[in-house]
């Protein structure tokens, strides 16, 4: 890792993320959600809270209108915290560079209701809602549900959001209080993270997966519920989830549990699941799941028992290591349980980290070595294994060309022209459906 301290003047004007690719500008919202019918299981005299941070394709973009904040200082400070080695301490310099990060978003820009350029760009009327853009006229986007790994926060996938919703998705990223870097609410309140015992086999799957899943059951309700500011600018036809780590195990549990809610048409599924969801929900969006995306990291949860019929992604991030075999746990397992399309795919020369905001910011910030040493092997292994051995950047246009191509065909229904691949058994052949950075992964494994 690096020695967590600046360069020169100018290493503030490098904290920018890439610019998204797609031709819409985005808009972006940040606000809690409060669910009246379950505790929060790490604070018992609460209800559980959430913040959820929207992105969407927006109305053309004034050069006046600045671009949202990245994250507020409180919350850089604990994010920073997470990657200090023992014994390290990162000075204000770093911490404000973290919160000051340049993004593309504008807060609250006006919703697009048509094809960028076209007529039927929204103009804005009015100041944004609390917890939504103006409204709009016109055809309902398809959404994507984020679920960031244990540890990180929303913004953290802000690059990977912000391109999604610049080809025409809204994307909403849920932090999840107790086991995000930290959660701050608008009122100030902050809410640090809280390291599970007991890994995998402890409060990881027992507490920390359940109580994702239903976080991510009840922002899908609450965004779709009538009343609701987004209600109406959502396909709900056209909804998938995607998550990073353990997010990707979220997401995967998500669309078991949910297949099954709505097979059944309540909660009693699934009890540890159903409890934390509550009665109250009748709605049933089982079907309406409709991609899920799982980016690195083990998996854990039923699904690795009942599998999925929905189309899967599985995007490979982590160097292999024949002396660990719990790196990418439950792949395996998962793999022959998935009875639609599914895809495996893998990013060389990426790591567990290439997915996040941080393949950008952590050579700047100082968190990793800008010095390539002549022979890999030499690479420190921590950085091998968080970063890769892409430059800064890189991994992220790979993971986001990988998710625009993924969704692009079973959410926009824009599938290739060209005859694809059939399924490739797991583990992938050598050489099968890898993406190297920048490329389209249009002849991956599906």
Not at 192 to 218: I, K, N, S, W
Request: aromatic share 6%.
């Amino acid at each position: 890792m690096g020695d967590g301290a600046m360069g020169d003047e100018e290493t503030s004007n490098r904290l920018v993320l890439p610019a998204p690719g797609g031709p819409y500008p985005v808009g972006t919202r940040a606000f809690p959600l409060l669910d009246p019918g379950r505790t929060d299981p790490w604070q018992a005299d609460r209800r559980r809270e959430l913040m959820v941070q929207v992105w969407y394709p927006a109305a053309a973009r004034t050069e006046d209108a600045p671009a949202a904040r990245y994250l507020t200082p409180s919350v850089a400070a604990h994010v920073l915290r997470m990657w200090a080695e023992e014994g390290e301490e990162f000075g204000p310099e770093v911490e404000e560079a973290l919160a000051g990060v340049r993004i593309h978003a504008v807060d609250g820009a006006p919703v697009a209701s048509g094809p960028p350029g076209g007529s039927g760009l929204l103009v804005a009327s009015g100041p944004p809602m609390a917890s939504g853009p103006p409204a709009a006229s016109g055809p309902p986007w398809p959404l994507v549900l984020f679920s960031p790994g244990l540890g990180e926060y929303r913004a953290g996938l802000t690059a990977l959001a912000e391109d999604l919703a610049s080809r025409g998705y809204v994307v909403a990223s849920v932090d999840h209080p107790g086991d995000a870097a930290a959660v701050e609410f608008p009122d100030g309140r902050l809410v640090p993270h809280r390291e599970p015992e007991g890994g995998a086999a402890g409060e990881l799957e027992t507490r920390y997966l359940p109580t994702r899943v239903a976080d991510l059951r009840f922002v899908l309700d609450r965004l779709l519920a009538p009343g609701s500011p987004w209600h109406g600018l959502l396909d709900p036809a056209r909804i998938g989830v995607a998550g990073h780590s353990l997010g990707g195990a979220a997401a995967a549990e998500l669309a078991r549990v949910d297949a099954q809610l709505d097979a059944r048409g309540d909660a009693r599924g699934d009890a540890r699941i159903g409890a934390r969801i509550g009665s109250r929900i009748g709605s049933r969006i089982g079907a309406r799941l409709g991609a899920v995306a799982v980016l690195d990291g083990s998996l854990y949860g039923q699904v690795l028992t009942t599998g999925l019929d929905l189309p899967v992604l599985l995007c490979g991030l982590t160097p292999p290591d024949p002396a660990d075999p719990d790196i990418l746990a439950g792949w395996d397992r998962l793999w022959p349980l998935l009875r639609g399309p599914r895809r495996h795919t893998t990013v060389p020369g990426a790591g567990h980290m290439s997915a996040t905001d941080f393949d950008a910011l952590a050579e700047p910030l100082g968190l990793r070595d800008p010095n390539d040493p002549a022979d890999p092997a030499d690479a420190d292994p921590d950085d091998v294994f968080t970063f890769g051995t892409l430059p800064p950047g890189h991994g992220i246009a790979s993971v986001r060309a990988v998710l625009a191509a993924f969704f692009s065909e079973h959410l926009l229904d824009d599938r290739p022209s060209q005859p694809q691949p059939q399924p490739q058994p797991h583990p992938r052949p050598k050489g099968a459906g890898q993406v190297t950075s920048g490329s389209t992964p249009g002849t991956e494994p599906r």
